[in-house]
């Protein structure tokens, strides 16, 4: 059997599996499986309350979902889908409680990566209607995007029918973008790849910037934190691990941890960075935030949240 076939069957008979996305790495379940979801939070270690992200393949599966549809929602969907993107919408009677966090709305996403695709279109073949995937890390951990790096975190927490995809290295690296699609405007609740200026092109809408009011556990301060204190923007001393963009030179004897030359790269390489961090045992972590709009954003946003106490 195919490695996609099997993924979609034990998803199907309430396994969990992790799959690559281009994002991070996602810890799967049946969206419709109560019995399912509940090994998701128990493997993340995560509050049940907290809602999970359905993800489809086809977005005529949307409509199962989703209750109400407003056009500035169809035009992103339309532009950025399959993408790095979450939309948050008006739930169906399908949302249940255990996906929204009992929440009236529901997040759904389609992902851009060939392997999440596939098992996503299999599952759908076989009657599957949504996967719910969290990133497939411990609850306020650094999300994973290698399928090592999810065996590192997780493999003691899975059980001996649930499975690990390797779809290789997430090119993004940095979770989706959220958008809060119940408002009039759209509304980021969570920044990522598809940027501020994205959306209103897209849309031809001004965005809302985000008082956080719904709950998003990734809006949690303390998030995506590795064991290492995390700094910003000072000067990094022997000893210390080192992140900032490949034209800052290393000081002596600091351990350089990444060197990107884009922010693309400082994305795609800044929670490997921090994992090897945790793996060298350093007790600090200087990061140099890029400056700028667009995915400088999103990873100001993380690296905040890293570095808080
Ligand atoms: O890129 C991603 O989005 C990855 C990949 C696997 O798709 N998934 C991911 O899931 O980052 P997770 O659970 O780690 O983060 C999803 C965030 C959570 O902070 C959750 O609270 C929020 O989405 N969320 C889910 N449903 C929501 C809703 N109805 N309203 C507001 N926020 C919601
Ligand atoms: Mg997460």
């Not at 409509?63 to 056009?71: F, G, K, Q, T």
């Not at 408002?183 to 897209?202: C, D, Q, S, Y």
């Amino acid at each position: 059997m195919s490695e996609i076939l099997e993924a979609a069957r034990a998803l199907r008979e309430g396994h969990l599996v992790a799959i690559p996305t281009e994002t991070v790495y996602g810890l799967g379940a049946d969206a419709t499986n109560p019995t399912a979801v509940a090994k998701i939070y128990a493997a993340k270690g995560r509050p049940a309350d907290h809602p999970l992200i359905v993800h489809i393949s086809n977005v005529k599966l949307l409509d199962s979902w989703v209750s109400e549809l407003p056009s500035y929602a169809r035009l992103l969907a339309n532009n950025f889908w399959p993408g790095p993107m979450t939309l948050v919408m008006k739930r169906s009677g399908l949302a249940k409680d255990f996906i929204t966090g009992s929440q009236d709305t529901v997040a759904v996403r389609i992902p851009d990566h060939a392997t999440a695709l596939e098992i996503l279109s299999a599952f759908e073949t076989l009657g599957g209607l949504g996967v719910a995937a969290p990133s497939a890390n411990r609850f306020g951990k650094v999300s994973p995007t290698s399928a090592l790096a999810v065996a590192n975190e997780l493999s003691e927490f899975l059980g001996p029918d649930d499975l690990i995809v390797d779809g290789g290295t997430c090119g993004v690296g940095l979770e989706s973008t959220i958008i809060d699609c119940t408002g009039l405007n759209p509304r980021v609740l969570r920044p990522g790849a598809v940027t501020h200026e994205m959306i209103e092109e897209a849309t031809g809408l001004p965005v809302v910037e985000s008082g956080i009011d719904i709950r998003v556990s990734g809006s949690l301060r303390s998030h995506y934190a590795p064991r290492s204190e995390v700094v910003l923007d000072q000067t990094a001393s022997p000893g210390d691990g080192l992140i900032a963009m490949g034209n800052v030179p290393t000081p002596d004897g600091v351990i350089r941890l990444a060197s990107p030359e884009t922010v693309e790269h400082y994305a795609n390489q800044l929670y490997a960075a921090l994992q090897k961090a945790d793996e060298l045992e350093l007790s600090k972590v200087v990061a140099l935030t890029p400056s700028g709009e667009g995915l400088a954003v999103a990873i100001r946003d993380r690296l905040a949240r890293a570095s808080h106490k």
